[in-house]
């Protein structure tokens, strides 16, 4: 059963950073891709970055040059550095693994201007 744990959510001041993190368990973070996703309120969930087993990566728009997501096999998790944070980036952030299909329960970030 695959199972993944997200960390790191918390209040930031607009320009700061967090960095959050996705434990796996039951699957290889380095064989899947993992996505971490958002959903702000009264909004509908969006992808906001994956990573591959090949290590590619992508990001929405939104976030592209400020968003990082990266892995540690060692470590069996992934993360997503979050830099120049704005007030519109408050939303709970999830963690996916696409094979099988696992959510995670989710991580607040909030962004106060």
């Known amino acids: 059963q695959v199972q993944v744990v997200e960390s790191g959510g918390g209040l930031v001041q607009a320009g700061g950073s967090l960095r959050l993190s996705c434990a796996a368990s039951?699957?290889?973070?380095?064989?899947?891709?993992m996505r971490w996703y958002r959903q702000a309120p009264g909004k509908q969930r969006e992808m906001v970055a994956f990573?591959?087993?090949?290590?590619?990566?992508g990001y929405a728009d939104s976030v592209k040059g400020r968003f990082t997501i990266s892995r540690d096999n060692a470590k069996n998790t992934v993360y997503l550095q979050m830099n120049s944070l704005k007030p519109e980036d408050t939303a709970v952030y999830y963690c996916n693994s696409a094979f099988p299909s696992s959510w995670g329960q989710g991580t607040q970030v909030t962004v106060s201007s």
């Open positions: 039951g699957t290889a973070v380095s064989i899947n891709i």
């Open positions: 990573i591959g087993s090949s290590g590619n990566t």
